[in-house]
């Protein structure tokens, strides 16, 4: 399930030749992040220290950071 609260964090990692990464939030908890949740045109990436706005997926493998956008 989708939670359309938008969240604050940084980009802990992200490895553009896998398009995954890990984004790290103000409380501690850490959300994945995958490359076709990364809002934007053309080639997109994150680069490690960005601060993101995003949705949270809540999975039984965790939490997935959705609708990513860089601030």
Same mark, same amino acid.
Do not use: K, W
């Given at each position: 399930?989708?939670? /359309?609260?938008?969240?604050?964090?940084?980009?802990k990692t992200?490895?553009?030749?896998? !398009?995954? !990464?890990?984004?790290?939030?103000?409380?501690? $908890?850490?959300? *994945?992040?995958?490359?076709?949740?990364? $809002?934007?045109?053309?080639? $997109?990436? *994150?680069?490690? !220290?960005? /601060?993101v706005?995003?949705? *949270? +997926?809540?999975?039984? $493998? !965790?939490?997935?950071?959705?609708?990513? +956008?860089?601030?």
């Open positions: 399930m989708i939670d /359309t609260e938008r969240y604050q964090g940084i980009v992200y490895n553009t030749f896998e !398009g995954t !990464g890990i984004i790290e939030m103000p409380d501690g $908890r850490e959300a *994945l992040v995958r490359y076709s949740s990364i $809002r934007g045109e053309g080639v $997109r990436r *994150l680069h490690r !220290g960005a /601060t706005t995003f949705q *949270l +997926q809540e999975t039984r $493998r !965790g939490l997935y950071a959705v609708c990513v +956008q860089q601030e």
